[in-house]
């Protein structure tokens, strides 16, 4: 007998699953598992458990809750693991959201109805303070979260099979991007001018670099020789205040980018400005100096530069202007110029050529135009040649 059931008493049932002998001790192994309902909801279980016995997906019970294991596998794993910025994304998520929502059920029997059922309860009112719900964003990053952490489970054996890979994430539009053309361009350079964060956002515009990729440049990341930037680390301040500098997440974003000629000029402006200001001071500007910092040498605050870049461009009134669409006008501004895409992709670290086509499609029906126009010229061009050297 595979297994069978007893009554306790009414409403409750007690599954017994036998396993086997256990190799060691000769002794036979049984499974009692209690099961709230009718009789042929116990009955459906104990067929569930025998098939998962056949197919060799059956876990037994654990008294583990979600959220005494979000706990270990913040501590065994993401901290030892993951990037710290990252590792504080996922703890804010677990400790605002996932416990309080989940983590009284037991990491076994998490089923994919809980997922769905706290997803679309986080997007109706699911905001820590009560006011309204949470975006589609936001829960898609607590559905990724989950998901991550319970990969961890499956792989320490602790779970058969992932839940949440049978529930989708909820879908939500992207939104749409904002970018400077030329003319603003030019304009928010003209009114950063006197600022001490002019070169920093001259530099952002004209390479397409993040602002944590920025705020790590150091002298010896740039060659004013032959023209060129390395993109080697990127800058983070921790919810402490703390500054970290780690390497970038791929290898696509460790890269080098060619610079303007512009830009050139602008960059041994600002190395010969700054090594005035440090001698001033008495400090020596080094090779490991910042290209952004304040004046004794520590970094620039992210904060402090992207509240600086809202200032701005809200004085100029170009409303909802991020600094990181300083990034995307960049790559906007090259395809519609027709450099490849190939280039773009190469210029802002993206893995693959795929993203930079995903995220600048709005860049696409231009340049399919001009494509289309091109081939057709080509195509006029021949008979007109043709006929020109017959009339030779």
Known sequence: MRGYIKSRYTGTYTIVLNLGKDPATGKRKQ?????????????KRLAEMIHQI??????????????????????????????????????????CHLIPGLGNILLTQLKPEHITRYEAQKIASGRCDGKGGLSARSVRYHHFTLHTALRTAVKWGLL????????????????EMH?????????LLAAAKDTQYYTLFFLALFTGMRRSELLALRWQDVDLLLCQAFVTRSMHQLRDGTIIFREPKTARSRRM???????????????????????????ALRDDTLLFCQLDGKPLLPNSVTHAWIK????????????HDARHSHASLMLKQGIHPKIVQERLGHSSITT?????????????????????ELINLVPEKEAIKKER
């Open 312 to 323: 701005l461009v809200r004085r100029l009134g170009l409303n909802g202007i991020r600094l």
């Open 31 to 43: 499974q009692w598992v209690s099961i709230k309902g009718t009789k042929k909801d116990a009955e």
């Open 160 to 175: 058969a099979r992932n839940p949440t890979d049978a529930v989708d994430p909820p879908h939500f539009d992207r939104p």
């Open 54 to 95: 056949d197919t060799g997906t059956f876990m037994r019970p654990s008294k583990t809750t979600l959220a005494v294991f979000f706990e270990k596998w913040l501590t065994d794993y993401a901290k030892p693991n993951l990037a710290p910025r990252t590792t504080e994304g996922y703890e804010n998520i677990i400790r």
């Open 356 to 376: 930079t086509l995903d995220v600048y499609s709005h860049v696409a029906p231009g340049l399919q135009e001009a494509a289309a126009n091109r081939f057709d």
């Open 179 to 187: 970018t400077l053309n030329e003319g603003d361009i030019q304009k």
């Open 257 to 283: 980018i060619s610079l303007s000629p512009s830009t050139a000029i602008e960059l041994r402006d600002h190395y010969e400005k700054q090594k005035l200001a440090f001698a001033m001071q008495g400090i």
